[in-house]
């Protein structure tokens, strides 16, 4: 169980598209998803976290208007990149966690879908 | 915001030797987890400890909440434990330490 799903895997992009991340819980009800990026040899650095129909919260530094998240159901959140340029290229991974809701045993655990690999050019 | 310090932030080992890696905290924290990053990037969750020890095959870890630290033991090691180990805690959010690249050589 506590599956967690991305697609695309990777994606190539030219500068100034647009390009969205779909991020799944497959077998548990995500309360709350996570937005990650990592830059090559570097740890994880949290983007923003969502909840199923709120609006986002943003980590300092990160531009709100350039990464759209939408979060519009209990097993689903997307990450738009807007107008992408080179250096938004990284690795960016999504987690989910339930909350202990509905009474399963993972509590605040958070789990890791395999990420998205984008390359701007 | 937290801070986390892992420690150390590479390692070497032959094969079959044992290690410990430790992650410290600037505060207390009541999510603490350790993954292991896989070659492709995957983050694999090893323990979801905020506190105590837990046990799973040749790993095990114990969290002392008090002290703000975390270590994981990684025995009879092996090469497919190479790879990149992360501690992460925090409360509502995760915080992410360095790292610990873990070298397991034949």
């Known amino acids: 169980g506590a599956v967690v799903s991305q697609h695309p895997s990777w994606v190539i992009c030219k500068s100034g598209t647009s390009v969205k991340i779909e991020c799944r819980s497959l077998d548990f009800q995500a309360t709350t998803m996570f937005w990650y990026r990592q830059f090559p040899k570097q740890s994880l650095m949290l983007m923003a976290t969502s909840n199923e129909g709120s609006k986002a919260t943003y980590e300092q530094g990160v531009e709100k208007d350039k990464f759209l998240i939408n979060h519009a159901s209990l097993t689903l959140s997307t990450l738009t990149v807007t107008s992408a340029h080179p250096e938004d290229s990284s690795f960016y991974i999504c987690?989910?966690?339930?909350?202990?809701?509905?009474?399963?045993?993972?509590?605040?655990?958070?789990?890791f879908g395999p990420g998205t690999r984008l390359t701007v050019l | 915001g937290i801070q986390v310090e892992q420690s150390p932030p590479d390692l070497i080992l032959q094969e079959g030797a044992n290690s410990t890696l430790r992650c410290n905290f600037s505060d207390s924290v009541n999510n603490l987890q350790w993954f292991h990053q896989n070659p492709w990037g995957q983050l694999i969750n090893l323990f979801y400890?905020?506190?105590g020890t837990k046990q799973n095959g040749r790993l095990s870890a114990t969290t002392v909440a008090t002290e703000r630290y975390s270590l994981l033991y990684i025995s009879s090691s092996q090469t497919t434990d190479s790879g990149v180990y992360f501690c992460?805690?925090?409360?509502?959010?995760?915080?992410f330490g360095k790292g610990t690249m873990l070298l397991v050589s034949p």
């Open positions: 992460a805690g925090g409360y509502s959010t995760l915080t």
């Open positions: 987690s989910a966690t339930s909350g202990g809701a509905s009474g399963n045993q993972w509590g605040d655990e958070q789990f």
């Open positions: 400890i905020p506190s």
